[in-house]
């Protein structure tokens, strides 16, 4: 049971909450910067990157802000059918990107092209 009163004391945190939503833009930025080739990152740094993304971003980040509004808007979604179908809107798309990003990750950590795919492929 204490267990639970420190997640909810963790979920609850505005400090908390508000330093994650500026990792989340900060990581959101370096992505943007890598995209447009204005920061250059060798490979390793690029799947640092991205896992830093995938698992502070969209794992955590996610988790606790997500938990940080259902702790706010616990009233409004008592009463609003619209604002609790928009709460559960929000959480199945974040954690359906969530689960693109790790298929993806799992993808490119695991599956390594073949020789004859190399063969087949024009741009080799």
């Known amino acids: 049971m204490q267990k639970l009163a420190s997640v909810n004391r963790l979920i609850g945190n505005r400090k908390l909450s508000i330093v ?3 990792v989340i833009i900060i990581l959101v930025i370096l992505d943007l910067f890598t995209t447009r080739q204005i920061v250059y990152l060798n490979n390793t740094s690029q799947i640092v990157l991205f896992i830093l993304t995938a698992g502070i971003g969209y794992r955590i980040g996610s988790w606790i802000l997500l938990g940080f509004t ?3 808007t616990k009233d409004l979604r ?3 059918r619209l604002i609790r179908g928009m709460h559960i809107t ?3 798309v974040q954690f359906s990107l969530l689960g693109i990003l790790l298929y993806i990750l799992y993808n ?3 599956h390594v092209k073949g020789t004859s795919v190399y063969a087949m492929d024009q741009n080799s």
């Open 20 to 22: 994650i939503a500026g």
């Open 70 to 72: 259902t702790y706010i």
């Open 78 to 80: 008592a009463k609003s």
């Open 90 to 92: 929000v959480t199945l």
């Open 108 to 110: 490119n950590l695991t």
